[in-house]
C-alpha cells in the first residue's frame, strides 16, 4: 500500500514539473528578463500555430498583387529591420514615411510602430496590410486568398482544430511567430550570465552607457516603453511630428518611441526616419548636435558629454548587444519545408 | 416519453429567447437607406449610406440589483439589416436595461478579435488601434465634401478621447421592448457643412458620441 502511495506521489509530482516547464515554454519566461507584458493565456505558444505563423510572415499573398510579404522589410538578415534604406518601401516601390523597426523581444513591448499607434501585437499586421505603400489590401481580401489555398487550410486545421481561417486565428498565429523572435543571447547577456567578460574598452563604454543612455535604454531589453524628443531637427521633406498624431496632446510632438538598442549592427540605419547611417553619426547627434530646448527631452539638454574617445569605448559596448545566435536560428528563417 | 416532452418543454420555456430590437428613424418614420430626406434645418436633402454601430455590456437590473448581463460586443447594422439582439431573458421580470453604445478600453487592448469584433466587419481603425463604435455614412450638399460625402467614424477609447457612452432605460413590467435611435436628431445637432469627415478620435468626436447617445430613446409596450 505504502509503495503504491508513493508511487502516485512520485507521478504527480513528476506531472506537476511537466506542466510547470510546459507553462513556461508557453509564456515566454526569460531569466534575464521582467515579466512579458503580452497575455500568453489567451494565446499560448503552440509549435504548430507559430510554424504556421512563421509561414504567414514569409508569405507575399498578405499583399494585393502578392509581392510583398511582412519579411520585405522584417528581414531576418537585418534583425528583422528594413536595412540600407532610410526610408522602408512596400508594394509597387511605394516609399513609406518611416524606416521599419526591428522585430525582436516583442513579447515584452507595450506599443507598436514609431508612434506608439498600435496597441497590442494581435492586430498590429492589419496596418501594413492595409496602407497603400505597404502591402496595399485588406484582411478581408488578405483571408479570401488563404481560404482558396488549399496548404493553408490544411495547415489551420493542423494548428486549430478545424480549416476555418478567420481574423482572430490568422492574427494570433502571427503573433506566436513574432513572440518567439525572442534575442538574448548576446555578448552582454553571457557576461549577465558570468559566463564572459567584457574588454577593459567595453567595460568602459558600460559604464558611459550606464551614465548616460540607461534612463531611456533601459537594461536588459534596452527599451523603456516611453517616447522621447531626441532632439532632431524636423525633417522638412516629411513632416513626421510622431506621436502627437496618436494622442493629439501637444507635449507629444515630436516624441518617438525609444527603440531598443539590441542588434544595432544588423538593423542600421537608424532613428525613425533612418536618417542617420551609422553609429558615429548618432552619437555625434547626441553629443554634439543637440541645442537646448523646452521641447527636447530633459535628459538630453545640452547633448551628451563625451569625449571621442569616450565615444568609441560608448560604441564598443553597445556591439556587444549584437546577438548572433538570434540572428542565426534557423527557426526563424524562410520556412523551407 | 411524456415526461421527456414536458422537460424539454419546460427547458424551452425557460430558455424562451426575446429580442432587443433596434428601431432606427429618421424623424417619425423608419430610416431607409439610400433615401432622400428634405431636412429643414439645412434647407435641403439628405441621404444615409452606411449605419453600423456596437452595443457592449448589455445589463438587466431588479430593484437596482444587476441580475442578467451580457458582455459580447454586437453590431448592429443597417446595411446587413441586422437590428435585433438575442438576449435571452424575459425583460418582463427587469425594471431596467442599460448598454454601452460602443467598445470599452479593457476589449480595445486585449487583442480580441472574435465575434463581432472581427476586422473583416470594417468597425477596426487599422492605422490605430481601436474600434469604431459608430458609423454613419450619407450625403448631402450642405457637405462641400467629395460627392457631397460625410462620414462620422467615432471611436476612442484612451484619456481625454473616449468616445463610449453608457444608456440605461426603465422597463414597465412589458413584454416588448424597442430601442430607438433617430438619425434626424443626430444629423440636425451637428454642423454637417463645417464638421463632415471624422476618422479618428478626438474632441469632435466625444462630442458627436455625446449626442448620438441623446438620440436613443426606448419604447416599451
Same mark, same amino acid.
Given at each position: 500500500m505504502k509503495t503504491i502511495k508513493f508511487y502516485f506521489v512520485s507521478i504527480f509530482i513528476l506531472l506537476l514539473i511537466c506542466n510547470f516547464q510546459i507553462f513556461k515554454s508557453r509564456n515566454l519566461q526569460i531569466n534575464q528578463f521582467p515579466k512579458p507584458n503580452y497575455n500568453f493565456s489567451k494565446n499560448p505558444l503552440d509549435s504548430l500555430k507559430i510554424e504556421l505563423g512563421r509561414k504567414l510572415f514569409y508569405d507575399?499573398?498578405?499583399?494585393q498583387n502578392n509581392s510583398t510579404s511582412c519579411a520585405s522589410c522584417h528581414s531576418p538578415y537585418a534583425a528583422f529591420a528594413h536595412n540600407d534604406h532610410d526610408l522602408s518601401h512596400g508594394i509597387y516601390d511605394s516609399i513609406g514615411p518611416r524606416n521599419a523597426p526591428a522585430l525582436f523581444n516583442l513579447a515584452w513591448h507595450k506599443f507598436f510602430m514609431w508612434d506608439g499607434a498600435i496597441n497590442h501585437l494581435n492586430p498590429q499586421p492589419l496596418a501594413p496590410i492595409h496602407s497603400q505603400t505597404e502591402m496595399g489590401s485588406s484582411i478581408k481580401e488578405v483571408l479570401g486568398k488563404l481560404r482558396k489555398d488549399s496548404i493553408y487550410t490544411f495547415n489551420f486545421k493542423k494548428a486549430f482544430g478545424d480549416t476555418q481561417i478567420t481574423s482572430d486565428r490568422f492574427l494570433k498565429s502571427l503573433a506566436q511567430f513574432q513572440l518567439t523572435l525572442v534575442s538574448n543571447n548576446s555578448k552582454y547577456d553571457s557576461v549577465k550570465r558570468k559566463k564572459s567578460e567584457f574588454t577593459l574598452q567595453e567595460k568602459n563604454g558600460y559604464k558611459l552607457f550606464v551614465k548616460h543612455c540607461n534612463s531611456c535604454h533601459t537594461e536588459p531589453l534596452f527599451m523603456n516603453h516611453s517616447f522621447a524628443n531626441n532632439g532632431l531637427p524636423i525633417d522638412k521633406t516629411l513632416n513626421d511630428f510622431g506621436r502627437i498624431k496618436i494622442t493629439q496632446n501637444l507635449i507629444d510632438s515630436l516624441k518617438f518611441k525609444i527603440p531598443s538598442l539590441r542588434n544595432l549592427t544588423y538593423s542600421f540605419p537608424y532613428m525613425h526616419d533612418g536618417r542617420f547611417s551609422n553609429l558615429y553619426q548618432v552619437l555625434n547627434h547626441y553629443a554634439n548636435d543637440i541645442k537646448t530646448s523646452t521641447y527636447i527631452d530633459n535628459r538630453l539638454q545640452g547633448g551628451i558629454q563625451l569625449t571621442e574617445n569616450e565615444k568609441v569605448d560608448l560604441i564598443a559596448f553597445l556591439l556587444t548587444l549584437n546577438d548572433k545566435e538570434f540572428m542565426r536560428n534557423k527557426k526563424f528563417q524562410f520556412p523551407r519545408n | 416519453m411524456k415526461n421527456l416532452t414536458i422537460l424539454f418543454l419546460v427547458l424551452f420555456y425557460n430558455l424562451d429567447s426575446q429580442n432587443l430590437d433596434f428601431n432606427i428613424n429618421y424623424g417619425d418614420e423608419l430610416l431607409t437607406l439610400d433615401k432622400k430626406y428634405y431636412s429643414e434645418k439645412i434647407k435641403d436633402s439628405i441621404e444615409i449610406n452606411t449605419l453600423k454601430f456596437y452595443i457592449s455590456n448589455i445589463k438587466y437590473y431588479k430593484n437596482t440589483i444587476k441580475t442578467s448581463w451580457i458582455q459580447n460586443p454586437i453590431i448592429v447594422s443597417l446595411n446587413e439589416n441586422k437590428t435585433s439582439i438575442n438576449t435571452?431573458?424575459? %425583460?418582463?421580470? %427587469? =425594471?431596467s436595461i442599460g448598454f454601452d453604445l460602443g467598445i470599452d478600453s479593457i476589449t480595445n487592448v486585449s487583442g480580441d478579435m472574435n465575434?463581432?469584433? =472581427?476586422p473583416i466587419r470594417g468597425m477596426y481603425w487599422t492605422w490605430q488601434s481601436g474600434f469604431i463604435n459608430f458609423k454613419l455614412e450619407g450625403k448631402s450638399k450642405a457637405c462641400q465634401t467629395r460627392k457631397n460625402i460625410f462620414k462620422y467614424h467615432i471611436g476612442g477609447y484612451a484619456f481625454p478621447f473616449s468616445a463610449i457612452q453608457s444608456m440605461g432605460f426603465k422597463l414597465y413590467h412589458k413584454n416588448n421592448v424597442d430601442i430607438v435611435l433617430d438619425i434626424k436628431k443626430i444629423v440636425d445637432s451637428i454642423d454637417i457643412s463645417s464638421i463632415n469627415e471624422i476618422m479618428s478620435p478626438r474632441k469632435e468626436a466625444v462630442d458627436i458620441s455625446k449626442i448620438i447617445a441623446k438620440s436613443f430613446s426606448i419604447e416599451n409596450y
Amino acid at each position: 500500500m505504502k509503495t503504491i502511495k508513493f508511487y502516485f506521489v512520485s507521478i504527480f509530482i513528476l506531472l506537476l514539473i511537466c506542466n510547470f516547464q510546459i507553462f513556461k515554454s508557453r509564456n515566454l519566461q526569460i531569466n534575464q528578463f521582467p515579466k512579458p507584458n503580452y497575455n500568453f493565456s489567451k494565446n499560448p505558444l503552440d509549435s504548430l500555430k507559430i510554424e504556421l505563423g512563421r509561414k504567414l510572415f514569409y508569405d507575399p499573398i498578405l499583399s494585393q498583387n502578392n509581392s510583398t510579404s511582412c519579411a520585405s522589410c522584417h528581414s531576418p538578415y537585418a534583425a528583422f529591420a528594413h536595412n540600407d534604406h532610410d526610408l522602408s518601401h512596400g508594394i509597387y516601390d511605394s516609399i513609406g514615411p518611416r524606416n521599419a523597426p526591428a522585430l525582436f523581444n516583442l513579447a515584452w513591448h507595450k506599443f507598436f510602430m514609431w508612434d506608439g499607434a498600435i496597441n497590442h501585437l494581435n492586430p498590429q499586421p492589419l496596418a501594413p496590410i492595409h496602407s497603400q505603400t505597404e502591402m496595399g489590401s485588406s484582411i478581408k481580401e488578405v483571408l479570401g486568398k488563404l481560404r482558396k489555398d488549399s496548404i493553408y487550410t490544411f495547415n489551420f486545421k493542423k494548428a486549430f482544430g478545424d480549416t476555418q481561417i478567420t481574423s482572430d486565428r490568422f492574427l494570433k498565429s502571427l503573433a506566436q511567430f513574432q513572440l518567439t523572435l525572442v534575442s538574448n543571447n548576446s555578448k552582454y547577456d553571457s557576461v549577465k550570465r558570468k559566463k564572459s567578460e567584457f574588454t577593459l574598452q567595453e567595460k568602459n563604454g558600460y559604464k558611459l552607457f550606464v551614465k548616460h543612455c540607461n534612463s531611456c535604454h533601459t537594461e536588459p531589453l534596452f527599451m523603456n516603453h516611453s517616447f522621447a524628443n531626441n532632439g532632431l531637427p524636423i525633417d522638412k521633406t516629411l513632416n513626421d511630428f510622431g506621436r502627437i498624431k496618436i494622442t493629439q496632446n501637444l507635449i507629444d510632438s515630436l516624441k518617438f518611441k525609444i527603440p531598443s538598442l539590441r542588434n544595432l549592427t544588423y538593423s542600421f540605419p537608424y532613428m525613425h526616419d533612418g536618417r542617420f547611417s551609422n553609429l558615429y553619426q548618432v552619437l555625434n547627434h547626441y553629443a554634439n548636435d543637440i541645442k537646448t530646448s523646452t521641447y527636447i527631452d530633459n535628459r538630453l539638454q545640452g547633448g551628451i558629454q563625451l569625449t571621442e574617445n569616450e565615444k568609441v569605448d560608448l560604441i564598443a559596448f553597445l556591439l556587444t548587444l549584437n546577438d548572433k545566435e538570434f540572428m542565426r536560428n534557423k527557426k526563424f528563417q524562410f520556412p523551407r519545408n | 416519453m411524456k415526461n421527456l416532452t414536458i422537460l424539454f418543454l419546460v427547458l424551452f420555456y425557460n430558455l424562451d429567447s426575446q429580442n432587443l430590437d433596434f428601431n432606427i428613424n429618421y424623424g417619425d418614420e423608419l430610416l431607409t437607406l439610400d433615401k432622400k430626406y428634405y431636412s429643414e434645418k439645412i434647407k435641403d436633402s439628405i441621404e444615409i449610406n452606411t449605419l453600423k454601430f456596437y452595443i457592449s455590456n448589455i445589463k438587466y437590473y431588479k430593484n437596482t440589483i444587476k441580475t442578467s448581463w451580457i458582455q459580447n460586443p454586437i453590431i448592429v447594422s443597417l446595411n446587413e439589416n441586422k437590428t435585433s439582439i438575442n438576449t435571452l431573458d424575459e %425583460f418582463s421580470q %427587469f =425594471d431596467s436595461i442599460g448598454f454601452d453604445l460602443g467598445i470599452d478600453s479593457i476589449t480595445n487592448v486585449s487583442g480580441d478579435m472574435n465575434g463581432d469584433l =472581427d476586422p473583416i466587419r470594417g468597425m477596426y481603425w487599422t492605422w490605430q488601434s481601436g474600434f469604431i463604435n459608430f458609423k454613419l455614412e450619407g450625403k448631402s450638399k450642405a457637405c462641400q465634401t467629395r460627392k457631397n460625402i460625410f462620414k462620422y467614424h467615432i471611436g476612442g477609447y484612451a484619456f481625454p478621447f473616449s468616445a463610449i457612452q453608457s444608456m440605461g432605460f426603465k422597463l414597465y413590467h412589458k413584454n416588448n421592448v424597442d430601442i430607438v435611435l433617430d438619425i434626424k436628431k443626430i444629423v440636425d445637432s451637428i454642423d454637417i457643412s463645417s464638421i463632415n469627415e471624422i476618422m479618428s478620435p478626438r474632441k469632435e468626436a466625444v462630442d458627436i458620441s455625446k449626442i448620438i447617445a441623446k438620440s436613443f430613446s426606448i419604447e416599451n409596450y
